[in-house]
């Protein structure tokens, strides 16, 4: 089946007689459109409406699907079509809300001024009790400079805002936690630090989202350095943490050991560098990588990989094949060898669909919407704002890693992201390995 990112309602009244849905439905599907949820809205005398969602390949497709149900005729009547994420989006995905009720002059008086005043004390005398009587511990920081928003380039953090959002309320979901996106108007290291540096108390933990390499990994490792605060950049190592689970299930499944696979890496951006890094630190001897960029390789051979010279080359020399590029149809399926296990991540395309793969021989396949970093951002900071840690430890995201690899159903990759097990897990076993280590 082909990516279908083109998904819209569209609204059909029909004369109230049998057969007159079958004959939209038919329409549809001969004109490539894949229906999702059919919904009555109305059943008259005369004529019955329903709101019917359709997933195409491109615009072109939903073109065609809306003249083929116009050409039915016969009373068959289109009334609207229209873009639900988009409408979905409307007023954006997050609000601030309050957790107390403010009903009486009593209330006002205890949220507010004058009984806050005594709180204020509090925490002036000791600070570490800002952690009770605040939400900071339990407040993360989603901060982009827009320079890398999913595969979509140096769109601008304004652009940005809907990832950020999704982000923010995949915390909320999946870890009860609060997310509050920061817009950088800069990225600049020296100036992200400081503005980062000026604006974390209000935070229990900072998470870097979507910001492109290579100024990613010095700004990551200058704010962990200087900041008393956990903090993550996700497309580093979010990422590396679901994708080293994909991998662990993938071997088990084959009966192989990781460990001698050879792997490679195609894009050394933030995700695929920090892909290699956990990949070799967790006993991969030979991980190759390309990048069309020299300064990736020379990143990739610094800390102990194998720069190869081509695509092709890594594709033919790799048992596991891992593409972060953010360019959709890089990988060709006459490029897939018979058995290898290919994650093509880049999102909201990847670089070869996991059904073309799977039919050009490849065992297991998976795009970025699966294994995604979802499963491991919202968990990774529940476990550390949990245990009161200070910072994410290696050993953090390989517990990290290997509680979702546990989580996963045997013969498939990752767990369901709605599953809210893996993201318990998750959280528990970075608790507990943060716990250990204040040991
Ligand atoms: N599935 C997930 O959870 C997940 C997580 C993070 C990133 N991603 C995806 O990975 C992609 C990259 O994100 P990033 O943050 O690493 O970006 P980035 O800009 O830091 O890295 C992209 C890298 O790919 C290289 N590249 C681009 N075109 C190439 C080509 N034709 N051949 C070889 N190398 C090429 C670039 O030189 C760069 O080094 C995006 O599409 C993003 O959506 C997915
Ligand atoms: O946002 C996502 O879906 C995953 C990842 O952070 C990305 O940038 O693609
Ligand atoms: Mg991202």
Redesign the pocket.
Known sequence: MSIRNVVRTIIVETPSKPGNLGKVTTAIGKAGGDIGDITTIKIGPLSTVRDITVHCENDDQLHQVVLAIKELGNGIRILSVSDDVLRAHEGGKIHMTSRMDIRSLADLRRVYTPGVANVCRVIQEEPEKARYYTSIGNTVAIITDG??I????NIGPMAGMPVMEGKAALFDRFAGISGIPILLGTSDPDEVVRTVKNIYQGFGGILLE?????H?FEIEERLKQELPIPVMH???H??AV??LAAVISACRSAGVSLKDAVVGQ????????AICRMFMAYGVEEMCG????PD?LNRLADYGGTPVDS?EELMERCDIVIA????PG?IKPEMVRSGQVILA????KPEIEPEEALKAGAAFAA???S????LGFPGIFRGVLNAGAKEITHPMLVAAALAIANCTNPGELVPHPLDPKVHEEVALAVEREASQGKE
Do not use: E, F, H, K
């Open positions: 320079t890398a999913l595969g979509l380039g979507d910001i492109g390499s290579p990613c996700d497309d580093q979010g990422t679901v994708t195609i894009g050394l951006g933030a995700a695929g560098l390309v990048d069309r960029q990736a695509i972060t590029t953010g360019v890089l991540l880049s999102n909201p795009d970025g919407r294994v995604n970093n979802v």
